[in-house]
């Protein structure tokens, strides 16, 4: 673990960007969706075959499409990609406020509750246990623990955020903050509001909703996060236009 910076740096002293980050606990989140991004497009390989070849599975119902779909489908959205995800947030976050996250010892517990919930769920599906729901198959002690995780790191991002020593917010940090406060008020609907109290088509219809919320205010927001990262870093040149990518950011707030 990186040594502690001083708690009270002298104002107007930007700390050494790489003294900010919490190496080890970095490389656990991107090591287990590394795991993930291998896995989940596999099981995907074995379903797309399924459809040239319908019986090379053999009859086993664990390798039928009902049982394989839901391991592809939630390994690649909260396993592949939402698991790298929030280890590049450890990476990028701490350099763009200047600090480093608050509470990030958290962040070794989380990785853990994460993972294991994650494999647990994904043997439930295994197993048959589905709550019948497209992108909300876990079961719901699983879905507890996804909301857990998403809703202590939106707590840990936004206090950080709000000790930040850069006075500007980036883009990418507008971006960190819609990502999460959208997805905790996402996972409310779909992981406790959705399976328990809407039924008939009004479920259908909130179902669509829940499932183009995962999309469009989880993994788009999250691609920006990166892409305004570590384009600019690339390149080696400032974003064209701030004010331009405020307005995409707003844009897809609103719609």
């Known amino acids: 673990m990186t040594k502690e910076v001083s708690a009270s740096p002298d104002p107007g ?30 099981i995907g390989v074995l379903i797309s075959t399924l459809f040239n070849y319908p019986d090379y599975l053999g009859t086993s119902r664990y390798l039928t499409l009902g049982r394989l779909r839901p391991l592809h489908v939630n390994g690649v959205i909260f396993g592949a990609f939402s698991t790298l995800f929030i280890g590049l947030c450890y990476y990028v976050l701490p350099r763009l406020c200047g600090v480093r996250v608050w509470k990030e010892a958290w ?18 599906l295994l197993l048959g246990y589905n709550q019948g729901l497209e992108v909300g198959e876990f079961p719901f002690a699983v879905d507890v623990a996804i909301f857990f995780v998403i809703g202590t790191l939106t707590v840990q991002f936004l206090v950080t955020i709000s000790k930040r020593l850069e ?40 179902h669509g909703l829940f499932i183009h919320y995962i999309v469009g205010l989880w993994i788009t927001p999250a691609g920006y996060v990166l892409i ?23 844009s897809l707030a609103l719609f």
């Open 13 to 42: 002293v930007f700390p050494d960007p790489d003294s900010l980050i919490d190496r080890e606990l970095i490389l656990k989140w991107l090591y287990w969706g590394l795991f993930w991004l291998m896995l989940a497009p596999s």
């Open 107 to 124: 962040g070794h517990w989380l990785v853990w509750v994460w993972n294991l919930g994650l494999v647990a769920g994904m043997l439930s």
């Open 167 to 206: 006075p500007r917010l980036y883009v990418a940090v507008w971006y960190l903050i819609g990502t999460f406060v959208w997805t905790v008020m996402n996972l409310i609907l779909g992981s406790f509001i959705l399976p328990f109290g809407i039924t008939g088509i009004n479920s259908a219809a909130f």
């Open 228 to 250: 305004y990262y570590f384009l600019p870093a690339r390149v080696k040149n400032p974003i064209y236009s701030h004010k331009l990518s405020l307005i995409g950011f707003w």
